[in-house]
């Protein structure tokens, strides 16, 4: 924000003169905390400039760190284009995301104690390492499993509930997130 705001002021003349008034385009773009700046510039500049919202303004954003609110981040995917590689832990880095894996854990941990494995001594974390050292294969049985994949999907899915996306503490990477993978 800081970035952003120090950035607004050494441009907000020629953003006035070239773009709000001889109607070019304006481009901001970066990688990764130059992103991040780049995604709330253009918020501060549509909230002076409000004949930003009618020029043509985009942001590329690659990997930006969650800079926005809820709200705002969706908002912005009408200007904004967050590029995002599968494996990049920095856009993944909020405390929503954080929220959620809690959740999850706290489900998984409720699972460990209903099946006898929760770590609480010296038997049952053994009893624990040898589940997870069990080799998998094709004999499988998923009563064998300490959770299925559809309960796997349903605790994220709970984990999700559980976490509210309009928290304002909670901060979301901006616009249209185009997640690159590789398989």
Sequence with gaps: LICAKRILGQIQSIVRTH?????????????????????VLAVLLRSRYPALIECDMKVIAFAPP????????VAASSYTISIVNNAD??????????????????????KLQEHGLAPTGPSSTAALIRKLSQP?????????????????????????ERVHV?????????????LLMEW
């Design 66 to 73: 969650p800079v926005l609110s809820h709200d705002t981040a």
């Design 136 to 160: 998998i294969n094709d004999d499988l049985k998923e009563e064998d499993l300490l959770m299925s994949q559809a309960q796997v999907k349903a605790g994220l899915e709970l984990a999700h």
């Design 19 to 39: 773009v709000v008034d001889q109607g070019y385009q304006l481009l901001l773009c970066g990688h990764s905390l130059g992103a991040g700046v780049a995604s």
């Design 89 to 110: 832990v920095i856009p993944r880095m909020s405390l929503a995301n954080l929220a959620v894996s809690l959740e999850f854990l706290g489900i998984l941990s409720a």
């Design 166 to 178: 309009r928290d304002p503490d909670h901060l979301y990477i901006p616009g249209r997130v185009l």
